[in-house]
């Protein structure tokens, strides 16, 4: 038996057992490998999630953490050079927090935000065996939010957007 720390009830040993059992259970659903799972099991779950959110790679390692984007390893360099937080899927320590924002967030959600703008006609997808394109495709697309929506403050608007200068302003009569 063990006490209680005010002694007033005592704890028989299949108590004990029942405690920690519950206790080492509620643990299990957060070790490495099963946020590792849970990582993987998301990114199966949508075909955007099996490609680079930034270039045309397949099977993406490593995670944007700033973007909540799955991104190949010469992505997640560039995205570095930006920095924004990378951690590679299987190399890295996950918390349970870090792998509810990825599944609030992932490639097609990126998409939606920063590509709600974008044509393939004006800047296509980068080749990841061209890192100096992949890093402009992701300055224009994360730092410039070029292609981004244009209700609310989050994109800026592109010089197409802008009227000549010898032309009204939109705004004068």
Same mark, same amino acid.
């Given at each position: 038996?063990?006490?209680?720390?005010?002694?007033?009830?005592?704890?028989?040993?299949?108590?004990?057992?029942?405690?920690?059992?519950g206790a080492v &259970?509620?643990?299990? @659903?957060?070790? $490495? =490998?099963? %946020?590792?799972?849970?990582?993987?099991?998301?990114?199966?779950?949508?075909? *955007?999630?099996?490609?680079?959110?930034?270039?045309?790679?397949?099977?993406?390692?490593?995670?944007?953490?700033?973007?909540?984007?799955?991104?190949?390893?010469?992505?997640?360099?560039?995205?570095?050079?930006?920095?924004?937080?990378?951690?590679?899927?299987?190399?890295?320590?996950?918390?349970?927090?870090?792998?509810?924002?990825?599944?609030? &967030?992932?490639?097609? @959600?990126?998409? $939606? =935000?920063? %590509?709600?703008?974008?044509?393939a006609r004006d800047?296509?997808?980068?080749? *990841?065996?061209?890192?100096?394109?992949?890093?402009?495709?992701?300055?224009?697309?994360?730092?410039?939010?070029?292609?981004?929506?244009?209700?609310?403050?989050?994109?800026?608007?592109?010089?197409?957007?802008?009227?000549?200068?010898?032309?009204?302003?939109?705004?004068?009569?």
């Open positions: 038996a063990i006490c209680c720390q005010d002694s007033s009830s005592i704890l028989e040993p299949a108590q004990v057992q029942a405690l920690v059992a &259970g509620k643990m299990k @659903k957060n070790t $490495e =490998k099963d %946020l590792i799972d849970r990582i993987r099991a998301f990114q199966r779950s949508d075909k *955007s999630n099996k490609k680079c959110a930034d270039c045309i790679e397949i099977g993406p390692t490593y995670i944007c953490l700033t973007f909540s984007t799955f991104v190949c390893t010469t992505c997640c360099g560039l995205h570095r050079e930006f920095s924004h937080k990378i951690k590679g899927i299987s190399v890295s320590k996950w918390t349970p927090e870090e792998i509810d924002e990825i599944e609030r &967030g992932g490639n097609a @959600k990126a998409a $939606e =935000k920063y %590509l709600a703008r974008w044509d800047f296509a997808e980068p080749d *990841s065996s061209d890192p100096s394109r992949c890093r402009e495709f992701i300055r224009m697309k994360y730092v410039d939010k070029r292609w981004c929506e244009r209700d609310g403050n989050e994109g800026s608007r592109s010089r197409r957007d802008e009227p000549r200068r010898d032309e009204p302003r939109r705004d004068e009569p």
